[in-house]
């Protein structure tokens, strides 16, 4: 069985039951949110080595959380039977420390935690409320930690908020998300000419890694053109793959990693970018634009005319502040630090100190 499955029985079976005897009438909604290869449906037997198990999120009220938070979190153990459907309540192995917090508050002994639906806002993505989202504080969400808080499920809800914040969270508004297309085609522009010159001069190792690079390019701008947020890097190649575009892309992007020569690799590459440019135009994503592969000024490597593309995304957006920005990118197009991404308060100062405001 698979965790999110284990986990929705769990809170029915048990955890449900159990609270309507310790805090009866207490108004909640239950989930499984904020970080596991459950919310995506690919953990398998491995994934039980580690922060899996059966487990729950409760969200209450502030009011509801002062009185109660404490008490569910201390007495659920006792209370509660030694295992699941042959699953240990306590975890085999909880490398992840449990929340703790005003409003957020869990115990390294079983996996039941309690929220308030600030508590887990602040906690999953450093935000104290879904309303009135700046478009530079979008740009420091980073898409993994979005996907943390949109993925999963939710098992129950008594009018907390919480399936109203996912919706509210499940994508990008429209001008943040041409910035960001905007901003990933610049990301091609930068270095896609290079696979071929490194080659030209006999470095086949270099044009591979930058070769990778644009792939891994490709796969991110595949994701916001079919406007899903992208995953963790342990689950980017297999999330991209259930992309509908991907079963036109993954193809050539094999040939690009497999290829036996630059020549071979930049071809690919460019056969590739055309894809995700006909699929931008005919989605009428951005302005108008003529996608046209030919050679880097005089030089024998295939390109896209990246400028028209970059061009035509911005041209769409229509707030003032973001078309005022550098098109520099959001976080996750600016860096893969985990350390950074995964941390909500400096995400946000980073990009502050990015834009210098």
């Given at each position: ?101 005003e409003a957020a508050v869990g115990r390294l002994a079983h996996g039941v935690e309690v ?68 901003c990933q085609w610049g990301r091609i522009a930068e270095e896609q000419a290079f696979v ?162």
């Open positions: 069985m698979q965790g999110i499955e284990l986990s929705r029985r769990f809170y029915f079976d048990v955890v449900r039951p159990w609270l309507s005897t310790i805090a009866p009438g207490l108004p909640h909604a239950a989930a499984l949110i904020g970080s596991g290869s459950e919310l995506l449906g690919f953990d398998d037997k491995t994934s039980k080595d580690h922060n899996w198990g059966p487990r729950v999120q409760l969200f209450v009220s502030p009011e509801g959380f002062n009185e109660h938070a404490e008490d569910i979190v201390e007495t659920f153990l006792r209370d509660a039977p030694a295992s699941f459907l042959g699953e240990p309540i306590g975890w085999r192995c909880r490398p992840n420390s449990p929340p703790e917090g929220f308030t639906l600030a508590g887990g806002l602040r906690t999953i993505l450093g935000l104290e409320s879904v309303t009135d989202i700046t478009p530079l504080r979008w740009l420091a969400l980073p898409e993994q930690r979005l996907l943390a808080f949109t993925a999963g499920a939710v098992f129950h809800d008594d009018g907390i908020g919480l399936e109203d914040a996912r919706s509210a969270l499940a994508y990008f508004p429209r001008d943040v998300w041409l910035y960001k297309i905007a071929g010159r490194a080659g030209q001069v006999g470095d086949d190792l270099g044009s591979r890694v930058i070769a990778g690079r644009l792939v891994r390019d490709i796969m991110r701008l595949s994701f916001l053109l079919e406007r899903r947020y992208a995953p963790y890097p342990k689950w980017f190649g297999r999330a991209f793959s259930q992309l509908p575009i991907a079963v036109t892309l993954a193809p050539l992007l094999d040939e690009v990693l497999l290829a036996a020569n630059w020549q071979e690799r930049g071809n690919a590459l460019a056969a590739a970018y055309l894809v995700l440019a006909k699929r931008q135009q005919e989605d009428g994503t951005g302005g108008d634009f003529e996608p046209v592969i030919g050679p880097y000024h005089n030089r024998p490597f295939p390109t896209i005319n990246t400028d028209d593309l970059i061009a035509a995304s911005a041209s769409g957006i229509g707030d003032p502040q973001l078309r005022q920005l550098p098109l520099l990118g959001s976080l996750d197009q600016v860096t893969d630090l985990t350390p950074l991404i995964e941390n909500p308060s400096r995400s946000a100062r980073m990009i502050k100190s990015l834009f210098d405001v």
